[in-house]
């Protein structure tokens, strides 16, 4: 379902910028109007952006009307309605080689991290600090840990821990004063809040195929 959102909670001051805004104010700094685009235009009336996602995303079409309907709309996912786009007409599924394929997991001790969002958050945007999928209320700073993993490192639901980040000469990466949540998490396993855990991440360990940093998958201690 696509629909329009609108946040509630008071800026902290003038100074705080939206998502949009962040984001072309990097493309502005860095490629000026090398490419004709109005990063300022943009920003200053969302419909512009959603014309300019339209015009990529065809089924995006009559965006700007359709997301003024109540409820919005719901996009043609052809899973969603049990249809599935291969040679057999049925779900195909892939096997992934494993995750102890990653060397960075060799180190004893490793866990593995995995960022997620709360119910209230749209990309990096937190519009509540409740998070009632996980049961969590009021907060962000915790990781969710698995009972054994805690137990065998002397630690206990609730207890305060600290992070660290296993990639050699940059383990200085890490993070205090975080709040242990036994969680149904497989063993090995962690996760904490997106952005909140970027401090121990380093960006030099990224997804080769996009570039991405690697938020699904990150070994700590």
């Known amino acids: 379902m696509v629909h329009a959102s609108r946040g509630f909670l008071k800026p902290h001051g003038h100074m705080v910028r939206s998502e949009p805004a962040i984001i072309a104010g990097i493309a502005k700094a860095r490629l000026g109007d090398r490419h004709g685009i109005d990063w300022d235009g943009l920003v200053g009336d969302y419909d512009r952006i959603r014309d300019k996602i339209e015009a990529v995303f065809t089924d995006f079409f009559d965006f700007n009307a359709r997301v003024c309907n ?4 719901r996009l043609d996912v052809a899973a969603s309605f049990r249809r599935w786009n291969t040679v057999s007409g049925k779900a195909t599924f892939l096997i992934a080689p494993g995750i102890r394929k ?7 001790e490793a866990l593995f991290l995995t960022t997620i969002r709360s ?10 600090l409740d998070d009632r999928c996980q049961g969590v209320f009021g907060r962000r700073d915790i990781v969710f840990m698995n ?10 639901d609730g207890g305060q821990i600290e ?4 990639l050699g000469d940059e383990e200085s990466h890490s993070m205090g004063s975080l709040t242990a949540v036994a969680y149904d998490i ?6 904490g809040y ?3 855990m970027n401090p121990v991440m380093s960006l030099s360990r990224f997804v080769p195929q996009s570039d991405t940093p690697s938020y699904m998958g990150y070994p700590l201690r």
């Open 194 to 196: 997106h952005p909140e």
């Open 147 to 156: 009972q054994e993993d805690l137990a065998n490192r002397g630690l206990a």
């Open 186 to 191: 497989p063993r090995g396993s962690v996760a």
């Open 119 to 128: 119910h209230d958050q749209y990309n990096t945007t937190v519009y509540g």
């Open 102 to 108: 990653d060397s960075a997991l060799a180190a004893k």
């Open 163 to 166: 992070i660290c980040g296993l």
């Open 70 to 73: 109540p409820g919005g709309f």
